[in-house]
């Protein structure tokens, strides 16, 4: 059984071009929780989905962000019109059980905005 | 304000030591407590979950305690190995049904084992 797939590891991106970060949960996992990692810093809550729906963005900001989780296939966190300010680590979990189901992290997404 | 505090920041011990992390929470209502190891680059890992009701468990060298009365917990690492150097963070999930931003991060202990 696989666990958490992130990619790409490693996105590098120009000011004002889009970010779109992907994240396979673990097999039979229909939860999905996306993290921010700045450098030295906690992890800190994005957003929680479940297939087709967003249960709580209330840690996305409210532009440039979005978050999706299609039937089919993986989630997708995207960042349009991206800014310095929005390089950081973001990491993918799964759960098989909300809310208070055990996390698995997939290894993270790097984005360094030139 | 739903906190939690980790403690020290960062330490330094040599190979074969022990140590102890310490966590303090302001988070309520409670439904379990959980300490994660990341490694330099990597996603975190699980290392234990603490309910209520738990006050020691154990994985292999990493002891973890939780007093639910003063809301803090401790992760106890016996005979530390170099591969022990990592972030260490404590985690305390609340226990409401519905939304799911209700797992508050620490940020974390930065342990470094030297030879």
């Known amino acids: 059984n696989a666990g958490v797939m992130q990619n790409p590891r490693h996105l590098v991106r120009r000011r004002g071009q889009e970010a779109r970060l992907r994240c396979s949960p673990m097999?039979?996992?229909?939860?999905v929780y996306w993290y921010r990692q700045l450098p030295e810093e906690g992890l800190k809550f994005m957003v929680y989905?479940?297939?087709?729906?967003?249960?709580?963005e209330s840690g996305m900001p409210k532009e440039r962000f979005s978050a999706e989780f299609p039937k089919e296939g993986p989630s997708i966190l995207r960042i349009q019109q991206v800014v310095r300010g929005d390089s950081a680590a973001y990491f993918c979990a799964s759960s098989p059980l909300a809310p208070t189901g055990e996390l698995f992290f997939g290894e993270g997404s790097r984005l360094t905005v030139l | 304000k739903n906190q939690v505090e980790q403690s020290p920041q960062s330490l330094i011990i040599l190979e074969g030591k022990n140590c102890t992390l310490q966590?303090?929470?302001?988070?309520?209502?409670?439904?379990?407590l959980r300490w994660y190891k990341q490694d330099t680059g990597r996603g975190p890992v699980s290392l234990t979950i603490?309910?209520?009701?738990?006050n020691t468990k154990s994985n292999g060298r990493y002891t973890a305690t939780l007093d639910a009365d003063t809301k803090q917990s401790s992760l106890h690492i016996t005979a530390s190995q170099l591969s022990d150097s990592a972030s260490y963070i404590c985690?305390?999930?609340?226990?409401?049904?519905?939304?799911?931003?209700?797992?508050?991060f620490g940020k974390g202990t930065k342990l470094s084992v030297k030879p």
């Open positions: 966590c303090n929470y302001t988070v309520s209502p409670f439904s379990n």
């Open positions: 603490m309910t209520f009701s738990e």
């Open positions: 985690v305390v999930i609340m226990n409401y049904g519905g939304s799911q931003g209700n797992l508050i």
């Open positions: 097999k039979g996992h229909s939860h």
């Open positions: 989905l479940q297939k087709e729906n967003i249960i709580d």
